[in-house]
Nanobody, 126 residues
Framework: QAHMVESGGGSVQFGGSLRLSCEASQPSNANCMGWFRQAPGQRREAVALIYGGTPTYYGDSVRDRFTISLDYPKNTLLLQMRNLKPEDTAMYYC?????????????????????WGRGAQVTVSS
């Protein structure tokens, strides 16, 4: 069964940076991918989405600090996180649609994504 594999999580201090990477376990024609996060006791929320290689969504709390991109030669999804804050502490999940979808089906909603990773922990200390 296809799944995503995240890497790059870790612990940093307030104001630091981290880069998360994600690869698919097998080839896919998915054109919508994204990063979600879940903090303890909270619902999983969308962080950033990319459709056809173009960023289409950033959560309000991460806009201007996080950048989502797709490294085409490596088929790797990236999330560059800068100026990290303690409230960014969460498990970060990479997700992709199960195949090609129209742009209207690439939304900040978990139900649009059928392929998930196990997550990468990001911890930001004050």
């Amino acid at each position: 069964q296809a799944h995503m594999v995240e890497s790059g999580g870790g612990s940093v201090q307030f104001g630091g940076s981290l880069r998360l990477s994600c690869e698919a376990s097998q080839p896919s024609n998915a054109n919508c991918m994204g990063w979600f996060r879940q903090a303890p006791g909270q619902r999983r929320e969308a962080v950033a989405l990319i459709y056809g290689g173009t960023p289409t969504y950033y959560g309000d709390s991460v806009r201007d600090r996080f950048t989502i991109s797709l490294d085409y030669p490596k088929n790797t999804l990236l999330l560059q996180m800068r100026n990290l804050k303690p409230e960014d502490t969460a498990m970060y999940y990479c997700a992709a649609t199960t195949g090609w979808v129209s742009s209207s089906r690439c939304r900040a909603a978990e139900t649009d994504f059928g392929v998930w990773g196990r997550g990468a922990q990001v911890t930001v200390s004050s």
